[in-house]
């Protein structure tokens, strides 16, 4: 039987802070190097150092990026998880292990090929032996799938940033393992790559960072930010571009970084920056939500631009802080007590964390209101391939601000909360500007900002802003619609789910089913979204989750004849999605409701 | 018809009063506002230029009453710090004229008060401090002293949280005490306060006539009267008219130099204490407090720090006011960007 080609996953056993990160990027970045579509997971503890760590790379000519449903190739570096991690491994498995560890593999069924990675590692450099063992396991699975050199030399030179001395050592570690493994492995891999053109224009990029440089391109002027993870890499790639893109030529700045002492001082920041007439913005995930939740309110009834990112780890509570899940989606609808409800942007490619970030400044000040952006553990932390970051096709538009005393006596009647357009959205004047001033306030208002608890007052603005957010529908970003002609069943699915949705297609429609996707890009819930359900008798709302908040959000929002349409499948236990899961559930529930 | 006086900038006192006030008459918070609005007038402040800053509570509601030619955000309980700071990060030119009380800030939102302090973020802090929540009916706050006895209910037990030696601590580079009673000392201390570059905490006894202005109260009218205690008597010079209306007095004064060019003149009354001596200000607070006694007057004066805004290297324009080609990488810039990605 021939090797497999381009269609395997990788899975390195290792703890955290031993210093695999570099050994499993470079073997993503040499498979990358050689066009082969390449994803790569890392999932790791909440902890520094000891706690034991898996790096998933999968790569697949079809494209698929979820991490796969079988292991492979298995890498056996850590004795905590060692007899775990056998148990695990299915028959025919490839397994590259550390000898020095000095534990038995006894799997008489699979391919099994050890080395002293510690000690031939002591032999280049006794100091970083720890580090540069894990480099053996890379020259083993060059030599065993065939990684082309030259991809591999490309990947330790962008890993070590070309210093020759980290490159060098660690090229002739893994050319040692490269050695042993030919010399000292008798038998076929089952496994091989074959290099693909490479689209010269894509490159690897983490889903934060796509945030952060976005934000930089939305005219953010502060930021204020408390660190969690896993949403810290936001605001340190903000911090870290900032120098290059936003200061004048002299080195003076052009947006303020704050750290504040809590999520609620950050979210008061952005409030203050929104009514002072800047851009500000915080980045946390769920805990921080729920701590910021008092001025979410507050800048929902004031009308106070601002955005904030939510990169989503495990709820509730602590939960799993290190990994993914679409668990906040309700949580930021409706942020705060009474009656609220929010902008969410939902990016489900690095593409749109970058979009979503400068775009998400635009809807906070158009709308005069907060503006989430709202990714996940997996797409904001993990590698993906990105086909490039498109220049902001709008001019930046700071939305209904009146800046002249001309501009104010334009309007009849001017009062701050005054709906002069007929669209909801008022128009505002900037503290220091001395043009109509106001007390800003949480207390029921008038038009005029002037306090007041009159029923039909509270009435006309609590319908006020229902009507301006809902207005904002059509102009958010529309869902991505990828329909077949026969409309059997649809899938309706949001974020991070993007990376395995296809796969989870192809398996359904192994049945004889045709399946079609639709992937929400925002709430409140594009008119298209209403359209898609009509054209499909079955469809199923796909979340990671246990509750199915996207479901219930729909089931809210949408008319009661669409709303009975729609069936849940929601799945949560922490890992990015697994496709064959998914798959079975919606299987399983379609089952249940075929006529 | 009577000409009406202006100030140095040319407007009526008319164009800094606010809205009719809706708190108990007799309320200490009322004459604070009063002082605002004769400081920040005879301070020649345009009030457009003002940002009236406040937290949840009675005080919180005063912006409402002073200053009506200015913006102002009454925001949420205890966080009137993290706006003002946002704010000012945006735009550092405006005055910030934070006014809170001590529900407000040294219960829920003392974290904040700490941390704006730890910036030196450019703002006046008012604390109108009377020793119970107001709104909610007169329990008590977190700075009423040990002994003190509202009108309803038993004596509080339990330590005060002096704002003043707190800021102090935190090396807060202005820090005062007065009391709403005392209009003289006060506005002097606003306008020192309001000159001062960086945090201005003025920690202000208020009395609440409704639910603790008994004797047994710490914080009422009758007990302050008594029991306070000035450091100093208290002139402040204008930079734009130095020698009106001060009277150079009799015994040893000295002047405290502010950051706008004014002046505040300590006439000196107990000759050891030294303002710009931290530990002098701790002492004479923790003597007060074992004395059941409230010292009033500039605690401290320190004008070393950098503020929070100063500290970001921004550029001169607000960042509020910048035009959009400086808050975005032009198309070659990105380009670039892209193919340092894509190499």
Known sequence: ?595 | MRPVKLNVIDLPKSDYTGGPSSLCPGCGHDQISGVIIQACWENGIDPSRIAKMSGIGCSSKTPAYFLGKSHGFNTVHGRMPSVTTGANMVNKDLVYLGVSGDGDSASIGIGQFIHAIRRNLNMVYIIENNGVYGLTKGQYSATVQKGSKKRKGAPNEQPPIDMCKLAINLGCGFVARSFSGAKKQLTALMKAALSHRGMAVIDVISPCVTFANNDESYSSYGYVKDHGEELHGIDYIHHFQPLNEVDIPEGGYEDVQLFDGSVLRLETLSSEYDHTNPTAAIAALHDAEVDKKHVTGLLHHNTEMPTADEDQGLVDTPLCDLPPDMLRPDREKHEEIMARFRA
């Open chain 1, 1 to 595: 039987m021939g090797a497999t080609v381009n269609d395997f996953v990788i899975n390195v056993a290792t703890a955290n802070g031993t210093g695999s990160q570099s050994s499993n990027l470079i073997l993503l970045n040499s498979l990358f190097e050689m066009g082969v579509p390449v994803s790569g997971k890392n999932l790791f503890p909440s902890n520094i150092s000891g706690l034991p760590t898996w790096f998933i790379i999968r790569a697949s000519d079809k494209g698929y990026q979820a991490p796969g449903d079988r292991t492979n190739i298995q890498i056996l570096m850590n004795p905590d998880t060692w007899f775990k991690d056998i148990e695990k491994i299915e028959s025919g498995t490839v397994i590259i292990y550390n000898e020095n560890v000095k534990m038995p593999v006894e799997r008489e069924d699979c391919l099994v090929f050890g080395l002293p990675m510690t000690k031939l590692a002591r032999g280049i450099n006794p100091k970083m032996a720890k580090m540069i063992a894990n480099m053996y396991y890379v020259g083993v699975i060059q030599h065993l799938i065939g990684i082309e050199q030259d991809a591999l030399e490309r990947a330790v030179n962008r890993q070590f940033k070309g210093k020759s001395s980290a490159v060098e050592v660690n090229l002739r570690a893994i050319e040692e393992g490269r050695a042993m493994a030919a010399e000292g492995i008798d038998w076929e891999s089952p496994h091989v790559v074959e290099a693909r053109e490479k689209d010269e224009d894509t490159f690897l990029v983490d889903g934060n960072e796509a945030v952060a440089l976005g934000s930089i391109y939305g005219g953010i002027n502060m930021l204020s930010w408390y660190p969690i993870t896993p949403s810290s890499s936001v605001a340190e790639g903000i911090i870290q571009w900032l120098p290059e893109l936003r200061d004048t030529s002299d080195g003076e700045s052009t947006c303020a970084v704050v750290q504040a002492e809590d999520e609620l001082a950050a979210a008061g920041m952005v409030l203050g920056a929104g009514w002072a007439g800047g851009r500000g913005m915080t980045c946390t995930s769920g805990p921080g939500i729920s701590l910021m939740s008092e001025f979410i309110g507050l800048a929902y009834f004031a009308e106070v631009p601002g955005v904030i990112w939510d990169v989503n780890r495990v709820g509730p509570s602590t939960g799993l802080p290190t990994r993914t899940q679409q668990g906040d989606l309700n949580l930021l609808r409706e942020a705060s007590h009474g009656d609220t409800e929010h902008i969410v942007l939902i990016p489900g490619t690095v593409e749109e964390c970058f979009e979503y970030g400068w775009r998400a400044f635009e809807y906070a000040e158009r709308y005069q209101t907060l503006v989430f952006g709202f990714s996940d553990l997996d797409l904001g932390m993990n590698n993906w391939v990105c086909t490039g970051f498109e220049y902001p096709s709008e001019e930046i538009d700071r939305g209904k601000v009146l800046r002249t005393a001309e501009q104010v006596s334009a309007i009849e009647n001017y009062g701050r909360y005054r709906d002069v357009d007929g669209d909801g959205v008022p128009y505002r004047t900037l503290p220091g500007s001395g043009l109509d001033p106001i007390l800003y306030r949480g207390t029921g208002h008038d038009e005029d900002g002037i306090y007041s608890e009159e029923p039909d007052v509270y009435r006309k603005l609590m319908m006020r802003l229902k009507r301006k957010i809902d207005n904002s529908r059509a102009d958010l970003p529309a869902p991505v619609i990828r329909e077949e002609e026969n409309q059997d069943v649809g899938i309706i699915y949001m974020g991070s789910m993007e990376n395995t949705i296809q796969e989870i297609d192809d398996m359904i429609e192994q049945t004889g089913l045709k399946v079609s996707q639709c992937r929400i890009r925002a709430m409140p819930i594009h008119p298209d979204v209403e359209s898609f359900i009509e054209r499909h008798e079955r469809v199923i709302v796909l979340e990671i989750n246990r509750d199915g908040q996207l479901y219930g959000v729909l089931r809210k929002e949408l008319p009661n004849d669409l709303a009975s349409r729609i069936s849940s499948v929601a799945y949560s236990d922490g890992m990015p999605p697994r496709a064959r899961i998914y798959a079975d559930m919606i299987l399983e529930t379609l089952g249940e409701v075929k006529p």
